[in-house]
């Protein structure tokens, strides 16, 4: 059974930098990032699977956020560039396990049957 754990993020002014991380326990393959404000729908922001490096990413956040592996396979960091006050969010990590690594996208949260304890992001103007 997989378990994970987030840490991360906090306030920042627009045009800044944030760092979250997520580790997973448990045979998991794929990890994805979802962000939620309330009242809203919960959406994708990036996702990355663990055996190949494949990753893909919103298109509200391409080229400003990178998904990366560290230390360990099923560790990874969303480094958040370029913040704007519309990714004020509150951010979880998803994992799932058995993958292919084309399904691996940060889609469908309700498929992902381990989430973190979500960490707050909040960027001002």
């Known amino acids: 059974q997989g378990q994970l754990v987030q840490s991360g993020g906090g306030s920042v002014q627009a045009g800044g930098s944030l760092r979250l991380s997520c580790a997973a326990s448990?045979?998991?393959?794929?990890i994805s990032w979802f962000r939620q404000v309330p009242g809203k729908e919960r959406e994708g922001v990036a996702s990355?699977?663990?055996?190949?490096?494949?990753?893909t990413f919103a298109d509200s956040v391409k080229g400003r956020f990178t998904i990366s592996q560290v230390n360990t396979r099923n560790s990874v960091a969303l480094q958040m560039n370029s913040l704007k006050p519309e990714d004020t969010a509150m951010y979880y990590c998803?994992?799932?396990?058995?993958?292919?690594?084309?399904?691996?996208?940060?889609?469908?949260?309700?498929?992902?049957?381990?989430w973190g304890q979500g960490t707050q992001v909040t960027v001002s103007s």
């Open positions: 998803a994992a799932r396990s058995g993958a292919a690594w084309l399904s691996c996208r940060p889609e469908r949260p309700e498929i992902y049957a381990y």
């Open positions: 448990g045979s998991v393959n794929c």
């Open positions: 990355i699977h663990t055996e190949n490096g494949f990753t």
